[in-house]
């Protein structure tokens, strides 16, 4: 069965590409099982499904990774969100909280995690979030940028 | 003649309190697996368990990645985690798996030239995957088909490839928390 990753690498099952990648089921189960803890936990801590989508979104978009950027795109669309969160998710500027403060951290562990200091942990903290908002933000970022680079890799094999 | 690097292991301290496993909900103690005999959490453990669910699905693919068997070698994982980790900032998981490449390799020559510098003197297999997963980890990838023929072109076929692409995104991952979340120093 397809999953996100093949799709957004553009991979369909009767290419050779497909059939390698499953002699790794524990990488494609486990990737799935990955997108589903940061995007749908049982437990989300706070950290909503729409406000998940919208700046998995917009980590896509700093990724030029256009096929993830419209998944998420699509199942954001779904839960009907603020124009807050659509504005978020498609690169804008963000001027509330504690939505500014997420979305200036999410922009700088994805684009230049060398520069993150503990004083950005500390942002986080005075803008409200718990210790485990901080944890399942940061795992939400994190997997984003992993699922961009396995798609990017793939396509690159299809191409090259 | 590059000299040899002697990295000494660092510490990591996070910069928020780990949970305490006194305290720990059900779904914490489970995802820690924290058994009477088991009671001793590293606070890297204790920190990311804030969050269960990621923690557990995280852990199990990171693990399968880095150490399953048959495939890519598992120094040039390393190899790749290393060049994620250096683009990442991540001096704690770079001296770890630099320590890790130069056991298993059984050389410290590779992890010499790359903390020395010297990427230039690596060998074409090396070289390869190193380059490889710089331009990778970079946001965005500057990765191009040429790597990928490159990586063939040392005799990779598609199953290591891809084996070396999932080392490389899965410290896109690590990094984003080990770096981000505390900071690493000689002191226990």
Known sequence: MSDVIDQAAGLTPEEALYQTRRLRPEFVEGAEACRLSVLTPEDDQGLSADLRLALAQRMAVLNGDAPLQHDYQAQLAALNPSEALLALAAGGIVSEEPLATITRHADRVTQQPIQATEHHIRLLEQAGLSNPQIIALSELIAFVNFQTRVATGLRLMRSA | ?188
Request: charged share 20%; aromatic share 6%.
């Open chain 2, 1 to 188: 003649m590059i000299p040899s690097i002697n990295l000494k292991p660092l510490h990591w301290h996070p910069y928020i309190t780990p949970v305490d496993v006194e305290q720990a909900t059900p779904a914490q103690l489970d995802a820690m697996k924290v058994t009477p005999s088991n009671k001793k959490i590293s606070e890297y453990v204790r920190t990311l368990v804030h969050d269960p669910e990621s923690y557990t699905a995280r852990t199990g693919l990171f693990n399968a990645i880095m150490y399953v068997e048959g495939g890519l070698d598992r120094a040039d994982r390393e190899l790749g985690a290393l060049g994620a980790s250096i683009v990442n900032g991540c001096r704690y998981c770079a001296v770890v798996h630099a320590r890790r490449h130069a056991q298993l390799a059984e050389s410290d020559a590779v992890v010499s030239a790359i903390y020395f510098d010297r990427a230039d003197v690596l060998g074409e297999r090396d070289a390869a995957i190193y380059h490889f997963a710089r331009r990778l980890s970079v946001t965005p990838s500057e990765a191009t088909p040429d790597d990928i023929a490159a990586l063939r072109a040392v005799g990779m076929n598609d199953q290591e490839i891809i084996d070396l692409i999932h080392a490389i995104a899965i410290f896109g991952w690590a990094n984003r928390l080990m770096h981000v979340l505390g900071h690493a120093d000689l002191n226990k």
